[in-house]
């Protein structure tokens, strides 16, 4: 079993950070409904730009790799962000064109 330190030293697993997180996640899509009674992106302020997720500011990776594990169920790094804006600023926004073929 992998484990990651936190920012005070303590090892945790990622079994147990994995929970973290969806729990975190759970609670920050049940305050912002609290907050505004319906989902929609933090980016665009739109409620058309759907799917919506959850996404953290500072990555899992990130928080696992420098020993900062607890900010990965930090609710302050984590937004609610249309599905495009998340891939975008994950690096994930690739587009294809017919001249790479």
């Not at 505004?36 to 953290?56: L, Q, S, V």
């Not at 609610?80 to 690739?94: P, V, Y």
């Amino acid at each position: 079993m992998n484990y990651y330190k936190t920012s005070d030293g303590k090892r945790v697993s990622k079994t147990f950070i994995d929970g973290q997180v969806k729990k975190a996640k759970e609670a920050k899509i049940h305050k912002h409904m609290q907050l505004y009674g319906y989902m929609f992106c933090t980016e665009c302020r739109r409620n058309d730009c759907k799917p919506i997720d959850c996404a953290h500011i500072v990555s899992v990776d990130e928080c696992q790799k420098t020993g900062r594990s607890e900010l990965a169920w930090d609710l302050d790094n984590i937004k609610i962000i249309g599905r495009s804006h998340h891939q975008k600023m994950d690096g994930l926004d690739l587009k294809f064109s017919k001249d790479i073929f």
